[in-house]
């Protein structure tokens, strides 16, 4: 490749000159410079200078399987040869959306059973709630078009996945939102539940909110409910256990279809395939992206229920909607390699019965006692660090977010590469971190936090 031609100064340069990065704010990145990753190997990304980072968030929550895997690149190779590419329009397939379909079918839910495709995540919720009205059409109930949604939940940055997410700041740039979407609170005890309210009591309360929802606008207005099993981008927020049996339960009552967001999630993050399966729950749609390719290639499978699938068949009639890249050859190629991979080396189990209980323990024993810690949390690889001034109080510091970002910023500079959305810091690991890896994470982190708190002191 010939970008080693290039002095990072100049990458820097060329970089501010014509490329628009998402979710940045361009006027300080062209004071600042990007941080050019160039790169990487098992659970390590490099930069241009040669700066060896341990990647806490795997990627952007998806190189599941590390980096540097011979299996996938060798994978897509060959499939490019053989076929690059043809569309699955008009009555055509290819050989590895189908039998990607097979293996899908096989690991999710039981009454899950069909896939539609697409390159990502925000394309497959735009397509899942296009599905789910379009259900509502087919059963002769048009007016069922509603869809409850929460405060801070992430959906993606397409108009869809922005109108069904719950980021204000996303919202206030939309200036005008796919009608017909409401929010309601998350289960996030840390912040929202009431002195003295259990857990338990909060996580009902929390899907009592789901219920008033539909009761205001009147059920047979209603087409779902959408959520991400435990919340990502919003901060790593996981429900109390009473959450998701009572927000299921109020779907069936009121015959709301339930739409499980899992693109993070999704692909053993949780300890399981899906996290449907960690809390047992019975969706409609799931929602899938990221780590079914481990980020190699892009690609997302919407996995559909078998209660939509099999109206849209019975009822017949074209489903007008479809992406040039549904059911691309080299990616679907690319995500059967990974899943073996996945399979083959037990990762799951893993993540399961080993590294998820030992990441918990290690959060909580060497994370948690820090004075900067209000609370650390954890569900399978995917974990949350509360950065507070005061942990009895959980005051935070002003303004928001600086501290976590000044924590953020000493892990970097440690070789420890981590996210900080507001207060809150986020690891997403890739999953095959072992104990050792962990026990590197948590020192890099310790220290950070102990010179971010020595700054926050002098401040
Ligand atoms: N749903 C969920 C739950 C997600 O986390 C999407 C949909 C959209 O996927 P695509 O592939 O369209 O980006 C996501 C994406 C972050 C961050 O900062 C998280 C995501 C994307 C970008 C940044 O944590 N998640």
Redo the contacts with the bound molecule.
């Keep these: 490749m010939t970008y080693q031609n290039y002095s990072l100064k100049q990458l820097q340069q060329i970089d501010a000159a014509h490329h628009l990065h ?2 940045t704010d361009h006027k300080e990145l062209r004071e600042a410079g990007a941080r050019v990753i160039t790169h990487a190997n098992g659970p390590f990304i490099y930069d241009s200078e040669g700066t060896e980072l341990l990647d806490g ?1 795997a990627g ?2 998806c190189v599941s399987i590390g980096y540097g895997r011979d299996e996938l690149a060798e994978a897509a190779y060959a499939q490019m040869k053989e076929l690059p590419y043809y569309n699955s329009f008009f009555k055509c397939s290819t050989p590895t959306p189908v039998l990607l379909s097979k293996k899908l079918a096989e690991i999710a839910p039981r009454n899950v059973n069909q896939v539609f495709y697409g ?7 735009d397509t899942a709630l296009r599905l789910v009205r379009h259900y509502w059409v087919l059963e002769g109930k048009p007016e069922k078009n509603r869809v409850i949604s929460r405060k801070m ?6 108009i869809a ?1 922005t109108s069904l ?1 719950g980021m204000d700041a996303m919202h206030k740039q939309l200036n005008g939102a796919v009608p017909n979407i409401v929010h309601v609170m998350m289960p996030y005890a840390y912040e929202l539940a009431l002195p003295g309210e259990s857990d338990h009591d909060f996580g009902l309360r929390a899907a009592k909110s789901v219920e008033d929802a539909i009761l205001e606008a009147g059920a047979d207005k209603v087409a779902a409910f959408i959520g ?1 099993p435990v ?3 919003g901060g790593v927020k996981i429900p109390p256990a009473s959450y998701w049996p009572e927000v299921q339960r109020i779907c069936r009552k009121y015959d709301v279809l339930l739409m499980l ?5 999704g692909y053993g993050r949780t300890g399981e395939w899906f996290a449907a399966q960690t809390f047992d729950i019975e969706a409609d749609t799931i ?1 899938t ?2 780590a079914l390719t481990s980020g190699y290639q ?1 690609l ?1 499978a919407l996995l559909v229920g078998d209660r939509i699938a099999s109206t849209l068949v019975e009822k017949g009639g074209e489903f007008n909607h479809g992406y040039t890249y549904s059911g691309h050859p080299v990616a679907c190629a690319v995500a059967l390699k990974n899943l073996e991979i996945i399979e083959q080396e037990g990762l799951i189990d893993r993540v399961r019965n080993d590294t998820g209980p030992y990441f918990a323990k290690a959060l909580q024993e060497r994370i948690a006692v820090h004075d900067l810690v209000g609370e650390v949390r954890s569900i399978g690889l995917m974990g949350a660090i509360e950065i507070v001034k005061d942990k009895a109080t959980k005051e935070r510091f002003l303004p928001a977010g600086s501290a976590a970002v000044k924590v953020r910023d000493h892990a970097i500079a440690n070789g420890m590469m981590l ?1 900080a ?1 507001g207060d809150t810091m ?1 690891l ?1 690991p890739p999953l095959i971190w072992t104990r050792d890896t962990i026990d590197m994470a948590c020192e890099r982190i310790g220290k950070a936090l102990d010179l971010a708190q020595a700054d926050l002191r002098t401040r």
């Design positions: 998402p979710f968030m952007l929550w390159s990502s995540g925000s394309e497959a919720n939940a992430y959906h993606g940055s397409t996945g997410g991400e919340m990502g981008a967001d899992e693109v993070i999630t929602t992206a990221k892009p997302s996210r959305t986020i997403s």
